[in-house]
């Protein structure tokens, strides 16, 4: 086993004291990237990246070329999963991600199988081979998407902008919905564990939908399930514990009811003050974000005093342990480079104690 040389990332997310603020940025590698997207051009298309262990593990190391980022994430995507059920994840150029066989009828949706673990090999492969490539440099994170937010996509057939279908389902055939959350839970346990048996060193689950529910609609559907998955995942491997980060994106009026299921940090986006989140869940969770990333539209110095102000909203009571810097969501594609290298910079700068 390779030694780890800079676990502050893992200590951070277990309320354990660190030098200086640790910081990895959602979406690390991707189009913002030229060399990701030289990569991305050899191997043809998004998913002949993400399906191929070595470019995975190579776009996954070059975040870490360039910055000094405390956590890598293996380049995968959350629609692996019902990919994996045989709804046939694709790509339609400029679209985003789309399914051929989405769950639109009763009968579909009776027929879903569990999610073939064999057919996952290549994320398990994928982390294995990253993790060899890292060298003990940081951690390395592996992620799934939340039931629900899985179900969004597998139901919907895509993206949506209202989420018609799935909230059709959710308030005239509830138990049907609920037939595949609960498939998506078992599958979402048995992914996490094979990833921290492959080499993950701490997981995050992303609920980017879940903020579009109601407060009660969120714990049924949403959090219930998260809560399940994390009583279901290893606590630790490697003699280590592997912690775990619950991020749903609009979910801050829901903190403290998220702080109960298990996570030991919480992702939130840039909507909420990360010093009010603090005083709301208390000594419960750790915290990750929350800059908007559209502050990285700005100039340097402008990037560097509003992550100041996440800095020290977080501090408001003295102390910085327990806090994770990322943005609230994931980076855009249009972003300058040169803009992270001030944000990294910054972070561990102003923190260093
Ligand atoms: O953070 C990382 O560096 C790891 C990589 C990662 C990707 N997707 C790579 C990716 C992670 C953690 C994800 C998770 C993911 N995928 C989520 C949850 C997080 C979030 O952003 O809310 C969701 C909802 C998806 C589904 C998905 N995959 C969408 C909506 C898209 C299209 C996005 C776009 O901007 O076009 C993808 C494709 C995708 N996944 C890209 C990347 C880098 C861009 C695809 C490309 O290179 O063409």
Not at 16 to 24: K, L, N, S, V
Not at 138 to 152: E, K, M, N, Q, R
Not at 171 to 197: C, F, G, M, S, W
Not at 253 to 278: N, Q, S, V, Y
Request: glycine fraction near 10%; aromatic fraction near 10%.
């Amino acid at each position: 086993m390779i030694p780890l040389k800079n676990d502050t990332f893992l200590r951070a997310a277990l309320r354990q004291p660190t030098e200086y603020t640790p910081i990895w940025i959602m979406r690390q590698a991707g189009r913002y990237l030229p060399e990701y997207n030289a990569t991305r051009k050899r191997a043809g298309s998004f998913l002949g990246l993400a399906k191929n262990p070595e470019y995975a593990c190579e776009v996954t190391l070059q975040p870490l070329e360039r910055f000094d980022l405390d956590a890598s994430i293996i380049f995968s995507d959350i629609l692996t999963v019902p990919d994996a059920m045989g709804l046939g994840l694709y790509f339609a150029e400029g679209e985003g991600p789309k399914f051929e066989r989405p769950l639109q009828t009763e009968a579909a949706i009776k027929a879903l199988p569990d999610a073939d673990m064999n057919d996952l090999k290549y994320v398990f492969d994928a982390l294995t081979l990253t993790r060899k490539g890292i060298n003990g440099k940081v951690p390395l994170i592996g992620f799934s998407g939340s039931p629900y937010t899985l179900a969004c996509y597998m139901i919907e057939g895509g993206g949506s902008d209202d989420f018609r279908r799935v909230k059709t389902l959710m308030y005239r055939e509830p138990a049907l919905l609920h037939h595949i959350l609960e498939k998506n839970t078992q599958a979402v346990i048995a992914y996490l564990n094979a990833q921290i048996d492959a080499g993950a060193q701490a997981v995050m689950v992303f609920d980017t939908w879940g903020g579009s529910l109601s407060a009660s609609a969120y714990e049924e559907f949403s959090l219930a399930y998260v809560t399940r998955i994390f009583a279901g995942l290893k606590r630790e491997n490697e003699g280590r514990v592997v912690p775990r980060i619950f991020f749903t994106k609009g979910g801050g009026l829901w903190l403290e009811r998220m702080a109960g299921c298990g996570a030991d940090a919480l992702g939130t986006d840039w909507t909420i003050d990360i010093g009010e989140a603090k005083r709301r869940v208390g000594h419960r969770v750790a915290l990750q974000g929350n800059l908007d990333p559209s502050v990285l539209f700005g100039k340097p110095e402008r990037v560097e005093a509003e992550a100041g102000k996440v800095l020290t909203s977080f501090a408001h009571d003295g102390q910085r342990d327990g806090h994770i810097f990322n943005l609230g969501h994931g980076i855009s594609q249009f972003t300058d480079p040169a803009n992270v290298q001030a944000l990294v910079d910054v972070v561990h700068r102003s923190t260093r104690r």
